[in-house]
């Protein structure tokens, strides 16, 4: 690593904040996403790979990523509250939040403390499926409904889909209500934007991926991306990434472990593109106005 990278990411590097969100109530399938956390944890420290991302970041060292554990909760009931309150926090100490989940029921109460901390914010979101319900079996928090109520509450001004493969004519409905920019695997190849100007946040359901690559998941869904691919995506990206979460692993899926190194891989990546991608402006760029 240059001394040029390594001072500039310990100017910034420190914002970053790990945090395990091991929730998965609102999972319409199977249970097991709220034990991803710590799978994720040791597949990181493995000692069968090493702490570099691809660009040269090193995360043995502690100071680029502080990992604050899991959040406790000790029952489903306030969850959200207490989801919301946690990024609130992370986000009013001038850091960025990195979660891990869980099922994607975390990114709608996510979404809120960073709507309400950022303005014009940006969602990327991968996934297999737009999770776009109204409501999934009579739950309008299930997982399968974390981008229709956060379009909703409008604190998110643009939702980027990617890796899609598994619409309804429901969900196209409500994409065309939200103006979704929804891109699907059978369009491929895409005209992805790679150049953003305001805060993005970054959602990242790991059944993006097809099977071959990452089995540990609830739902599995053949035709995605490979995790070439998706790193590749997550290189070319330009802007301001303020937040972000790897959620859906399931590691009762997960036999051989591949889908938590699979895990551990992109973690780093995306915590390299949160550090490297500090825009003009600095940490207070297009923050909303106090008491907004």
Known sequence: MSPEIDHHAREIVSRIVLKGIPWDANSSFCRGAAEAPNHIRKAFHSPSANYFSESGLDFKDHSLLEDRGDLHLSGQEGAQALVEQEVAGILNEGRRPLLLGGDHALTYPALRAMGTHYAGLTVIHFDAHPDLYDELDGNRFSHACPFARAMESGRVARLIQVGIRATTRHQRVQAQRFGVEMHEMRHRPW????????????????????????????????????????????????????????????????????TAMVAAKLLKEMATLMIQAEGPGGEGAGRKPTGS
């Open 191 to 258: 005209r992805l934007p790679t150049i953003f100007s305001g805060p993005i946040y970054i959602s990242l359901d790991l059944d993006v991926l097809d099977p071959a690559f990452a089995p540990g998941v609830s739902h599995f869904e053949p035709g995605g991306l490979t995790t070439r691919e998706l790193i590749d995506i997550l290189q070319g990206l330009k802007g301001r990434v303020v937040g972000a979460d790897i959620v859906e692993f399931n590691p009762r899926q997960d036999a051989s472990g591949r």
